[in-house]
């Protein structure tokens, strides 16, 4: 089978494509021939061996597959060769076929396709179970987006609105922004023409947001955290801007709000079953329409480390996703 392979850590344009022997399903795993796989920020940081999980060299990035199971291991009751899945697999889906533990691998929906499947895990998996598990969002309040034109920030605004909160999308350009809007967004704002904390002053009279979503860090995480009403959650969701930031841990205490880690791959292994709930509600809202993927464009396996380019150079809006 052919694979996009990291076999020395650096920038997308060190990995290569070569001709590897097909995997061999475990216990409790399958083999997937893969018809799509997503594109995440943590495939950029996996290659430069920047994240916290490290496999080992040499190894093909893609956390998140859709496909047809061709094997499957010992004790693998609920799928069977020939049913079309989508998978969380960490490291891998850059490739023709990948191994996926039978446990965060879930049947495909009728009426959901092979890109649009490869496309909702990481995103939707992630800003569904930070809102409703970690931030517990309630109708009318208010959700602050950072990098809301990202894939993960797309689905947090969507999620928001659909939830029934006010949903305020912060993004660094007006195209984004428009988006953004499509999608749900109440109020935006730009980063690189707006003072953050006083456009969130002016959208909450004065009284703070009550969530914000944080899959960037960097510079405008403490600004965000100053604009927090009382008893907010701080959702940290990420670091793509590569700055981990450092929080004055004065703030919490001013602000009565509360700080809350989001690991949603965890979650998925930990919880497997509010998980499956999880998507299964997720599903529906896609089948139902309610539900959108913004895709930003489909790549082959080939130009698999172009997308991770895109990625890292931030011109992807909403989802990109590697088909074979």
Known sequence: M???????????????????PSPTPGKGQVLIS???CGVNFPDTLLIQNKYQFKPPLPFSPGGEVSGVVKE?????KHLKPGDAVLALVGWGGFAEEVLAEAVTTLPLPAGIDFVTAASVMYTYGTSYHALKNRARLQPEETLLVL?????VGLAAV???????????????????????RELGAGETINYSTDDLRERIKDFTMGLGVDVVYD???????????????WQGRYLVVGFATGDIPKIPLNLPLLKGCSVVGVFWGTFAKQEPEANLKNFQELLLWFNKGKLQQHLHGTYPLVDAPLALRDMLDRKVVGKAVVVM
Do not use: H, N, W
């Open 2 to 20: 052919k694979a996009i392979l990291c076999k020395e850590y650096g920038a997308p344009e060190s990995l290569v494509l070569e001709e590897v």
């Open 72 to 76: 499957v291991g010992e004790g693998v």
């Open 158 to 180: 969507q999620l928001g609105a659909l939830m029934g909160a006010r949903v305020i999308a912060a993004a660094s350009t007006d195209e984004k922004l428009r988006v953004c």
């Open 147 to 151: 990098g809301a034109a990202g894939g």
């Open 34 to 36: 893969v018809k799509a």
């Open 215 to 229: 899959p960037v860090g960097g510079t405008f995480a403490e600004p965000a955290l100053r604009s927090m009403a």
